[in-house]
């Protein structure tokens, strides 16, 4: 298991300023190849904008500050429209209509939503909506959190002590409810690994229940629901009310996962490949300004507004700086847990293809996907890391990441994955889908 230590976080913190401070510099003598937007010295966009979705959650964050500061209309894209979705499932259906019909052509979704919409496994008579991944909005900083009652159980990244707990209720008479966000999607794959680890059987000893981001608050203050894994600004609003508690963050069960993606239908990608390079240099931009600790106040305060997520600066403002109040009596400050947007040199954003195929084996675990599944061919159909990378250098950026793999993956419990290897993971797992 990792440990998070002050001083290790005070040199990473550096690291992240030098490297955050020389990206800016380098962004900053590329904007003058475009003076008057991207592509000024040559054929513009197709199309001027387009309608991109978001849920009210931290890391939507790189498009609406795209759209506040004027980073699309830079790049030529003016009227692109970023508009609040209700839900994980109105996602999907608006994406299903796409911005032409109503609905949406892309725009903040769950990573392994990508491909579940291409297979059809959770779109309307399982009809495949073709996607791609353009590039990845975040890393870490979404959260377990527990209702308060449980917490003398002494809950952690150690989920056991709610084995007996859930046993407890059950045997009272009660049903113990564990919420995640859409069934496959990052939050339901993290609630479901963190139980696992602990013993505890998903669908079995628990039962797991879908609730929107915005209303996991309001569902566990009325009693809906034990425990949950949402992103922010949910959970430290829940510590912030008294509500319930933090067990633990999801960079604690595995550090710099993957989260959201800027995930696009591919008929709007292949019928705008111009206007599509102007989106990505938007929001790659924008990445990098909201990784710059510098930033984080005017961020917090920009997002928090009502017209984008009505949520208070104060539950936001912390954990997208590393610093974590759990709600049961355990307070961190300064951790590397914060909400990562670019990285280094663009690590972060890159779509790293051995990234989905893990996503595809866990989907796989939990009986989402079949087992002989061809993973490579979805990721490969999917991951247009090619577009990344061509945009990354319209922008003039350098020393970025290349290659599909960011080598193996190594988790709280000690579970190790080969993305050369999956089926030798999954093999590793003892708990896996049951119904």
């Avoid at 008479?173 to 505890?200: N, Q, V």
């Avoid at 307070?331 to 847990?337: A, V, W």
């Amino acid at each position: 298991m990792t440990t998070w230590t002050k001083s290790s976080h005070t040199t990473s913190r550096r690291n992240f300023l030098k490297s955050a401070s020389a990206t800016a510099a380098t962004l900053l003598a590329a904007k003058a190849l475009f003076p008057s937007g991207a592509f000024a010295q040559g054929a513009g966009p197709e199309v001027t904008g387009c309608k991109l979705g978001y849920i009210a959650l931290t890391d939507s964050a790189p498009l609406i500050i795209a759209k506040e500061k004027g980073i699309f209309a830079k790049y030529g894209l003016p009227d692109v429209e970023v508009e609040k979705q209700a839900s994980w499932g109105a996602t999907r259906d608006n994406m299903f209509l796409g911005g032409g019909s109503g609905g949406i052509d892309g725009g903040h979704i769950l990573r392994p939503k990508a491909h579940l919409y291409s297979s059809g496994a959770v779109m309307q008579n399982n009809v495949p909506l073709p996607m791609y991944t353009l590039l990845n909005l975040n890393e870490d900083c979404q959260g377990l959190s527990v209702a308060q009652e449980y917490a003398e159980t002494g809950v952690n990244l150690d989920s056991s002590p709610l084995k007996d707990a859930f046993a407890a209720k059950k045997a009272a008479g009660g049903e113990p409810t564990a919420a995640m966000t859409f069934p496959g999607g990052t939050h339901d794959l993290w609630l479901r690994y963190w139980l696992a680890a602990g013993g505890i059987v998903p669908n079995v000893d628990v039962n797991v229940i879908v609730v929107p981001p915005p209303q996991m608050v309001a569902n566990m203050k009325v009693g809906n629901m034990d425990a949950f894994c949402v992103g922010e600004p949910w959970n430290e609003q829940l510590v912030n009310q008294g509500i319930g508690f933090t067990a633990a963050t999801t960079g604690e069960v595995w550090f710099k996962h993957p989260e959201k993606i800027l995930g696009m239908r591919a008929q709007w990608v292949d019928d705008n490949p111009i206007a599509t390079k102007a989106l990505l240099m938007a929001v790659m931009e924008a990445q990098i300004w909201c990784d710059d600790m510098a930033n984080k106040q005017e961020m917090a305060e920009i997002v928090g507004r009502r017209q984008w997520y009505n949520v208070p600066v104060a539950d936001i403002i912390g954990r997208i700086k590393g610093d974590i109040n759990y709600g049961n009596g355990r307070t961190e400050t300064g951790t590397d847990l914060y909400m990562k947007f670019w990285g280094e040199s663009g690590e972060v954003s890159y779509p790293w293809k051995s990234l989905d195929t893990w996503f595809l084996t866990e989907n796989i675990r939990w009986g989402y996907f079949p087992g002989d599944m061809d993973i490579k061919t979805m990721v490969d159909n999917t991951n247009r890391s090619d577009l990344w990378l061509e945009a990354a250098g319209e922008l003039g950026l350098s020393n970025l990441p290349t290659g599909d793999s960011r080598g193996a993956e190594t988790f709280f419990d000690g579970k190790v994955f080969d993305p050369a290897d999956p089926s030798a993971y999954l093999d590793s797992l003892e708990i896996k889908a049951m119904v």
